[in-house]
């Protein structure tokens, strides 16, 4: 079964970090693109990072600086690394999957409705990202 599991949510202060993390399986994952989106009561699902089989990695304007996506291979694992926190990255921040490449690695900006009927081939179940001033 294809499965990506997110962990690491949790509360801290404006400033402060925390480590997102993607536990995949059911696939090959070291061929496949992986990604994080974020949803906030009321907005849409944003796109904040992807990075490809490749390596190349994207970051939304609003977190260039301050996020870092990766991944470690051998335990098929993406990470995002989020510093200097700010109370607007306050959210649900979900895992994506992309194995076919699909997107080419141009994933959409924005997703609306189903997310799992949004063309990637894996969402987790989200972590929540709350952060206070």
């Known amino acids: 079964e294809v499965q990506v599991v997110e962990s690491g949510g949790g509360s801290v202060q404006a400033g402060g970090s925390l480590r997102l993390s993607c536990a995949a399986s059911?696939?090959?994952?070291?061929?496949?693109?992986m990604g994080w989106y974020r949803q906030a009561p009321g907005n849409e699902c944003e796109l904040v990072a992807t990075?490809?089989?490749?390596?190349?990695?994207y970051y939304t304007n609003s977190v260039e600086g301050r996020f870092t996506i990766s991944q470690d291979n051998a335990k098929n694992t993406v990470y995002l690394q989020m510093n200097s926190l700010k109370p607007e990255d306050t959210a649900a921040y979900y895992c994506?999957?992309?194995?076919?490449?699909?997107?080419?690695?141009?994933?959409?900006?924005?997703?609306?409705?189903?997310?799992?009927?949004?063309?990637?081939?894996?969402w987790g179940q989200g972590t929540q990202v709350t952060v206070s001033t």
């Open positions: 990075i490809s089989s490749d390596g190349t990695t």
């Open positions: 994506a999957a992309d194995i076919g490449h699909s997107w080419a690695g141009i994933w959409p900006s924005v997703v609306t409705g189903n997310l799992r009927k949004s063309g990637f081939d894996a």
């Open positions: 059911g696939f090959t994952f070291l061929d496949s693109d």
